[in-house]
């Protein structure tokens, strides 16, 4: 174990750095929002480009990996929101606890992390992942979000479901993420490669991703932190703190360790146990793509699953904490993933 824990200590000392400066105001957190353009604007975008564009065609379009991830991931959503809802928790705030349990941190932390212990051959079966969560997992949350309206009377009820179709569909159209991993597609299928000062520049940008990333998951997480320490001050201090968000009350911790332990020990689980049976009846899933979808499973929740929980009106306070408590808890357990599937 010792090995794995030299390599995945640098990844979370990041997250820890961020959280440190973020906490201790040393990084501005009005700040914040522009680390978090860079690296989903630019930075991330030009990493998944890379991988899309130097992994062959045939690990992009692996029905195998999606089938099991697509299925597991379609599971976790149906069964955490049936296991949370009650009067306490309706539809919007269950839809988006699914969410977080089923949307791993891919993009800012698994495929630097994944790379580094896995290699270049774990980019197929992450980016595979990644394109399912950001067009069928989110749009599908977004949707069950909007049932709370929908039960109610019927004019409401549309107007809230084909405004939340639209900004769920502008939400794909908008991300960079999605076009990147179709525009490496495209480049991988036609063998062609970028000019050089172009391919130079989006290496570049490529590079930053993974340590501004991670710095970046951290600062978040303490922004998360001090909006509900806030909370009880007026809305106005809230906003003040440039977070962009509402403080909101804390959540009790039987709304959040369910979720937390979903998403760090049910579906990688449920990942391994589908994967093997669809090997054992002859689907062509490799071992390697296996294991690297098993560890995606095995990673914290995305991290911007609470701003999305905001701009629906959920308990994002409930969100940042499993978003929390799955990164902490993460610091132990994915490197125990990695023994056991290695």
């Known amino acids: 174990m010792l090995p794995v824990f030299l390599v995945t200590f640098p990844f979370f000392a990041l997250i ?4 440190a400066a973020a906490r201790a105001r040393i990084l501005p957190l009005d700040a914040i929002p522009g680390l978090n353009t860079f ?11 890379r991988f899309g564009a130097g992994t062959p065609i045939g690990q992009l379009l692996d029905g195998s990996v999606a089938l099991v991830w697509g299925v597991c991931a379609l599971a976790v959503v149906a069964g955490v929101v049936m296991f949370t809802r009650n009067a306490r928790i309706g539809w919007n705030d269950a839809a988006f606890g699914a969410l977080v349990a089923a949307f791993p941190n891919t993009g800012f932390m698994g495929v630097p992390l994944l790379v580094a212990i896995l290699g270049a051959q774990a980019a197929g079966p992450m980016i595979i992942t990644i394109a399912f969560d950001l ?12 049932l709370d ?29 999605p076009w990147s991993i ?24 490529a590079d930053a991703a993974s340590p501004v990333a991670l710095f970046t998951i951290g600062a978040v997480l303490a922004r998360s932190a001090l909006v509900a320490r806030e909370h009880g001050a007026s809305e106005a201090v809230a906003q ?17 360790l369910p979720v937390v332990a979903v998403k760090l020990l049910v579906h990688p689980l449920m990942v391994w146990g589908l994967g093997l049976g669809a090997m054992a009846l002859g689907l062509p899933l490799s ?19 609470s701003m999305l929980a905001e701009r629906f009106g959920a308990d994002n306070g409930r969100i940042a904490r499993i978003i929390l408590w799955t990164t902490v808890v993460a610091f132990f357990s994915f490197p125990l993933a990695v023994g056991l599937l290695n």
């Not at 071992?287 to 699953?305: K, T």
Request: charged content about 10%; hydrophobic content about 60%; overall charge positive.
């Open 16 to 19: 820890a750095a961020g959280y």
């Open 39 to 49: 690296v989903l604007y630019f930075a991330l975008p030009c990493m998944l480009l």
């Open 135 to 146: 067009v069928v997992t989110s749009s599908l949350c977004i949707a069950l979000s909007r």
């Open 149 to 177: 309206g929908a039960l109610g009377p019927a004019g409401a009820g549309r107007q809230g479901a084909t405004l939340a179709a639209r900004k769920a569909l502008r939400g794909i159209l908008v991300n960079p993420m």
């Open 182 to 205: 179709l525009l490496g597609v495209l480049l991988s299928a036609a063998r062609w490669k970028l000019p050089g000062p172009l391919e130079r520049t989006v290496a570049m940008l």
């Open 240 to 256: 003040a703190m440039g977070t962009g968000l509402k403080a909101a009350p804390k959540a009790p911790w039987a709304d959040v």
């Open 287 to 305: 071992h390697a793509a296996l294991v690297a979808i098993v560890l995606v499973a095995a990673l914290p929740s995305a991290s911007n699953v």
